[in-house]
């Protein structure tokens, strides 16, 4: 498969906002679970069929791909009351550093490429790292930290799902005792 990638063409500002007029792909179609109470999240498991369905229709996301040596560039592909669809680009380098999700379910699939992704285990498992390779789907809760990386030497696509829609992210650090919260932002920061 081939991509119309651009990078040295200056990225968009991720923040642009993703509005009602966001494009609308149609894996909306398959989020039933929380069908007849539209306030209940959906599940990582129903999320995780999202991107994984999404992930198997490349026609539906391969034109939003666009790389940015400034930063991972992201657009939002689908919104609704109980979740939303993200495509993320990566190059070679770029990272997101450990993050929460501000209390929302999410899951992603690498799409294209391939990602590390670092989380803490319990005590006896301190940190952990996984290779996410093309095709893989990761699904979490919503307490979940992570920090995912692209430490491959080429770039990565991956689309994510989150219920309900993102309203925050916190960043940590880690440090000798563990995990410590360092800042937060919100949607009118991305
Ligand atoms: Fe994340």
Redesign the pocket.
């Known amino acids: 498969m081939s991509l119309d990638l651009a990078p040295d063409t200056p990225a968009p500002a991720p923040a642009a906002a993703p509005t009602a007029t966001a494009e609308r792909p149609g894996v909306t179609a398959t989020a039933t679970a929380a069908a007849g109470d539209t306030r209940a999240p959906l599940t990582p498991s129903t999320l995780r069929t999202i991107v994984r369905e999404l992930a198997e229709q490349p026609e539906q996301w391969i034109h939003h791909v666009r790389l940015s040596t400034e930063e991972r560039w992201y657009r939002r592909l689908a919104a609704d009351e109980d979740h939303e669809v993200w495509l993320i680009s990566w190059l070679p380098g770029q990272s997101?550093g450990f993050?929460?999700?501000g209390g929302s379910r999410?899951a992603?699939t690498v799409a294209l490429g391939e990602l590390e992704e670092l989380s803490l285990g319990g005590p006896e498992q301190g940190l952990l790292i996984r290779r996410v390779q093309s095709g893989t789907v990761r699904a979490?809760g919503p307490e979940?930290v992570?920090d995912?990386r692209n430490t491959a030497s080429g770039p990565a696509v991956t689309l994510?799902a989150y219920s309900p829609p993102l309203h925050s992210?916190a960043h940590y650090e880690l440090r000798a005792g563990g995990l410590v919260r360092t800042s937060e932002e919100g949607p009118d920061q991305w």
């Open positions: 997101t993050h929460d999700h999410g992603f979490f979940y992570h995912v994510h992210m």
